[in-house]
């Protein structure tokens, strides 16, 4: 049993606030990179055509829709997250696609997933473990709801290495981007984006975390430059 805090009360009601614009702005301010991000995400998941996934914190779907992209026709996805506005318009997206049979969405928070041990082939989240409260028990939850042998992927930001590169990086995301997301949407939502990602663990202290949850080998590397970090872990 969990019960939510405020802390998981606070971050579903600001990705409410934001779920009009949020597909706008992640498009913005990635410039079109997060949908790749999403791509090889979903290419280490298995199996490789088929299969029942799990999508935790899927916000708008973006991350069910390309799993069902490659998967084909006889994959499902369930589509957890603790802010129904956002799922609302995942659930539009999916309609939109003729996929709406597809896909499943239930309101839970990471911390307490509704489903029985070992459901899945694969469980995903894409840059929604930091806004997990309770991180590691949100990652045993997740390696709890996979068969073994399956895989639990996390696609999350990360703070790049690099005097130059990693500074200007830290620039772009404490003052450029708050900025930005403020013109088109709430600038609270947009000011909390960095505060969360640069206390986020460095990745292999991360990888550490998804083993001691419950996966038997994880791997990490980094993609675009480090602005992100894509974990693989084998249940």
């Not at 606030?17 to 597909?23: K, L, V």
């Not at 990635?30 to 899927?58: I, K, Q, Y």
């Not at 709890?144 to 200007?168: C, H, I, N, Q, Y």
């Not at 939502?189 to 419950?214: H, I, K, Q």
């Amino acid at each position: 049993m969990y019960r939510l805090t405020d802390r998981n009360r606070f971050i579903g009601e600001m990705f409410s606030s934001i779920a009009p614009r949020y597909d706008f702005l992640n498009r913005l301010l990635s410039l079109g990179v997060d949908r790749r991000w999403r791509r090889l995400a979903v290419a280490e998941t298995v199996p490789p055509t088929g299969g029942r996934f799990l999508d935790v914190a899927t916000g708008t779907a973006d991350m069910a829709l390309e799993i069902l992209r490659r998967k084909g026709a006889e994959a499902s996805v369930v589509g957890v997250d603790l802010s129904v506005k956002m799922m609302r318009v995942g659930q539009e997206k999916c309609a939109r696609a003729g996929r709406s049979r597809s896909v499943a969405f239930l309101r839970a928070p990471g911390e307490c997933l509704p489903f029985v041990d070992g459901v899945f082939d694969s469980a995903c989240i894409a840059f929604g473990i930091r806004n997990v409260v309770d991180r590691e028990r949100g990652l045993r939850e997740m390696c709890r709801a996979v068969r073994p042998g399956g895989r639990v992927v996390v696609l999350e930001f990360s703070s790049p290495p690099g005097t130059v590169f990693g500074a200007l990086y830290r620039f772009y995301f404490r003052s450029v981007l708050p900025r930005i997301g403020g013109i088109f949407s709430r600038g609270s939502a947009y000011a909390y984006l960095p505060e969360s990602v640069l206390a986020f663990p460095e990745p292999p202290v991360f990888a550490e975390m998804m083993r001691a949850a419950g996966c038997v080998s994880v791997t990490h590397r980094p993609l675009t430059f480090g602005i992100v970090t894509l974990y693989v872990g084998v249940r």
